[in-house]
Each structure stands twice: as structure tokens, then as C-alpha cells.
């Protein structure tokens, strides 16, 4: 990972978002039922046990696709949607609504190598996309795509440890929506979703 202090990077958001002195409150809110029931846990408990903070970029290729279906003797019907290619597992899908994008100035984090290029993504994971996600929507004619723009951005997050008696755990928490991001940090240490190569 490269340590960063005022790097210009692509973010997905807004560039808001979670405070440093939010994540307590925010990683409580994550924590499972089970472990909400341990009355000893709390925010406070979070807060005074967090043993290192560190906000964190990972890169994700994010795909802007034309959709085009015929319909002879109409006109065709252009669609445009959003991909996007988590740079490290592979992970891949369709943007439900377009996200906000920033161009901004980063003041101090890591920045998470891609290791997917931009040569792999175009030739094979946007296909994998077109065709196990996209086409299931196209009952009999399948339709032709464009590719319109394919560039890397970084998805902020907030990587905290905590460590206490109750509660040892490294939380991978979304800088944007407060959201943990448990699930795409497993997938990180995978390879799960990696495709061949053709």
C-alpha cells in the first residue's frame, strides 16, 4: 500500500461523509445483534478501545456502457448504465443509481494498489457483466454495447482496529454511508470472482 499526503484521486462520493469521531457510534451500529446483547458493549466501550485508525482508498474501475437494442423497424433504444469492478477482487456489478463522483485533494491515507488493469477489465470482466447480468433483461434479442469510458476511482474507507477483552476486530467501514464493508474486505483476501483471462 502507498501512504499518501496530498494526492489528487478520483473518489466515489461527495467527499463528506463519516467523521473520525463518528466511526464509535457508526461501528456500534454495525455490530451484530448478538453482540449488541453483551450490555458491556456500547459506543463509549468502541471509542475508548479503538487501537488504530486509518482511512483507506480503494480502487474500484467504474464503466460507463451505452445499451443499445434493436428494434426494427423503430429506431434503437439507447440505455446507459454504470458498472463498476472492485480493483483488487474482482468483484463486479451494475450501479443501482449513479454515484456521486469527486475529483479531489487527499490529505493523508493508503492507497490500495489495483490489481486488475484497465486492459483485463475492458476485455474481460465488462463482458462478464454484459452477459451474466445485463443480457437477463433482454428476453429474446440480445442487445450491442458502447463503451463509452472506463477509469479507476477510489471508494474512502475507515479501517478500525479494536481491541479489547469483549470485542477484537478489524472493521472496514464505507468514509460515504457509515455502511460496513465486511463483506468486500473478505472478498479481498479471495479470489472468488477473479476471471480468466481469454
Known amino acids: 500500500m502507498e501512504t499518501v499526503k496530498q494526492k489528487n484521486l478520483r473518489l466515489i462520493g461527495t467527499g463528506g461523509g463519516i467523521a473520525e469521531s463518528e466511526l464509535p457510534n457508526v461501528i456500534y451500529k454495525n455490530l451484530g445483534i448478538q453482540m449488541k446483547m453483551n450490555r458491556s458493549i456500547s459506543a463509549d466501550y468502541i471509542k475508548n478501545h479503538i487501537a488504530r485508525t486509518k482511512r483507506v482508498y480503494h480502487p474500484m474501475w467504474v464503466a460507463k456502457l451505452l445499451v443499445i437494442a434493436d428494434r426494427k423497424p423503430f429506431p434503437p433504444r439507447k440505455k446507459p448504465n454504470?458498472?463498476?469492478?472492485?480493483?483488487?477482487?474482482?468483484?463486479?456489478?451494475?450501479?443501482?443509481?449513479?454515484?456521486?463522483?469527486?475529483?479531489?485533494?487527499?490529505?493523508?491515507?493508503?492507497?490500495?494498489?489495483?490489481?486488475?488493469?484497465?486492459?483485463?477489465?475492458?476485455?474481460?470482466?465488462?463482458?462478464?457483466?454484459?452477459?451474466?447480468?445485463?443480457?437477463?433483461?433482454?428476453?429474446?434479442?440480445?442487445p450491442r454495447y458502447q463503451l463509452e469510458e472506463l477509469f479507476l476511482t477510489y471508494l474512502p474507507l475507515w479501517k478500525v482496529q479494536v481491541d479489547s477483552d469483549y470485542l477484537t476486530k478489524e472493521f472496514f467501514i464505507n468514509a460515504n454511508t457509515g455502511e460496513s464493508e465486511e463483506y468486500m474486505s473478505k472478498l479481498w483476501r479471495s479470489v472468488e470472482w477473479r476471471l480468466q483471462e481469454k
Open 82 to 142: 454504470m458498472v463498476f469492478v472492485d480493483a483488487v477482487s474482482g468483484y463486479r456489478g451494475l450501479f443501482p443509481t449513479v454515484p456521486a463522483m469527486n475529483e479531489g485533494e487527499v490529505e493523508t491515507g493508503e492507497v490500495v494498489p489495483a490489481q486488475l488493469t484497465k486492459q483485463q477489465v475492458k476485455e474481460t470482466y465488462i463482458q462478464d457483466i454484459q452477459q451474466n447480468q445485463i443480457n437477463r433483461s433482454y428476453v429474446l434479442k440480445k
